[in-house]
């Protein structure tokens, strides 16, 4: 059984790498997080893009432990704020990682803002790096809008707030749908099934 490090003390993130890995078969890839390694000096995410932070991280947690590690920087890139609060969307509000100050700040913003102009993609990019340094990076994007108030209690993040294009969603919020609707859908769903030959690899 080969290990494979996400990059991530985010529960909910590993429990959707997990179930992306399980979905594809993949029975000989055991996926662990930072909480499950030796601690290390995590780098600062200082990349302009998702794709910059998520090399950080990976390269970070690939040196530090030896194990081939995957990282994802995810974020919210709203059309009506030219693709904010995009790096910072965990941040937005100032204090790193929380939702509801983040959720409330972005719906401030987007108080005088119609309908037809909520436009929102989510973005995920996501790195995988061997113990060699052998990198691969991914992108995947999920289109959708931002409603007015939030709806539902799954999810993370800014899930309340976005109601994807999809028909399989049928107007629910990302935070309304289950766990493989959304794995199915989502921007790191999209991104994860893309390193999936390169991970089939690893087992």
């Known amino acids: 059984m080969s290990r494979l490090l996400l990059a991530s003390r985010n529960a909910k993130k ?41 090399l950080i991280k990976a390269r970070a947690g690939a040196r530090s432990t030896g194990l081939p590690c995957v990282a994802d920087d995810s974020g919210l890139a709203v059309d009506a704020l030219n693709g904010m609060p995009g790096v910072l969307s965990a941040r937005w509000s100032g204090r790193h990682g929380d939702d509801e100050a983040n959720n409330a700040l972005l719906l401030g913003q987007l108080a005088d803002v119609p309908a037809d102009r909520r436009g929102a993609a989510f973005v995920s990019a996501c790195a995988l790096v061997d113990p060699e340094g052998e990198t691969a990076v991914v992108r995947g994007e999920w289109r959708g809008s931002i409603v007015t ?32 609707e959304k794995d199915a859908l989502s921007h790191r769903g999209k991104a994860l099934a893309q390193l999936l030959p390169l991970l089939r690899a690893l087992s």
């Open 14 to 54: 590993l429990a959707e790498l997990r179930r992306v890995v399980a979905a594809a078969g993949l029975t000989g890839v055991e996926v662990v997080g930072l909480d499950d390694v030796p601690p290390f000096p995590e780098e600062p995410e200082t990349g302009a893009t998702f794709e910059e932070n998520a």
């Open 149 to 180: 108030e939030p709806r539902g209690a799954a999810g993370f993040g800014y899930d309340p707030l976005f109601v994807p294009d999809d028909e399989a969603a049928g107007g629910r919020t990302s935070a309304e749908l289950a766990a493989e």
